[in-house]
């Protein structure tokens, strides 16, 4: 595959429903959030719904098996998840994000997954074409990735052959060095959909999150009901 090959998302093969296992979702829970002030994974989007909560939602129906990662010391329940939600419990949570991602992956050993889409657990405003669109191009030996008006954005599908490195990160910046030290495997897909770039890093991101939320629930009510 060409060093950094980019496509223009299209339409599709196939549904997310039909993917199976192939693809899963780690979704990354376990920071401090200290430029936020607060514990942000307990904010409440909606008001029956927690940020963290409504991102894993937003996974659990685009992928049949979604993973949490959080701190050793957190109550699932206190962030909001479901008692069903499948967590990963991070102890080194503490180091950094690229120790999190790291026993995150470690405890995939035991999947037959050919790839894992890692996302932010802040980030809940993703169209699910958009991730049935990376899914399509998810493969053992590709790292596969959104970009929206030129900015790359998340989730990044991490194929099978790069889960051994990423369960050996010991850094602060994720799985930054993965990326940029496999460019050849990288393919980036250009998507119409902001949501690949919006978290809430302060507190007043979360306004923007929750009238995006917003519209994407009236537009999916909107098709629905036609």
Request: proline fraction near 5%.
């Amino acid at each position: 595959m060409p060093e950094n090959t980019e496509i223009q998302a299209g339409r599709l093969g196939r549904n997310v429903a039909e993917t199976g296992d192939r693809v899963l979702a780690l979704v990354m829970a376990a920071g401090r959030a200290r430029r936020f002030g607060t514990d942000k994974r307990q904010e409440k989007l909606l008001q029956d719904c927690t940020l963290l909560a409504a991102t894993v939602q937003s996974m659990a129906a685009a992928f049949n098996s979604v993973r949490v990662v959080i701190r050793s010391d957190d109550d699932p329940a206190e962030l909001g998840l479901a008692s069903a939600t499948q967590v990963v419990c991070s102890p080194r949570a503490d180091q950094g994000l690229g120790f999190s991602i790291a026993d995150g992956f470690r405890a995939l050993y035991g999947s037959q997954a050919t790839a894992a889409a890692v996302l932010l657990g802040d980030m809940p405003c993703i169209e699910p074409e958009t991730f049935a669109m990376l899914v399509e191009q998810a493969a053992a030996d590709r790292i596969v990735r959104p970009e929206y008006q030129g900015k790359p954005g998340h989730p990044v599908i991490f194929g099978r052959n790069f889960w051994d490195e990423l369960a050996q990160l010991q850094d602060e910046e994720g799985a930054r060095s993965v990326i940029q030290r496999h460019p050849e495997a990288c393919m980036r897909i250009r998507v119409d959909d902001p949501g690949v770039l919006m978290d809430a890093d302060r507190p007043e991101d979360l306004q923007a999150l929750r009238e995006r939320h917003q519209s994407m629930r009236g537009a999916g009510n909107s098709a629905s009901d036609s």
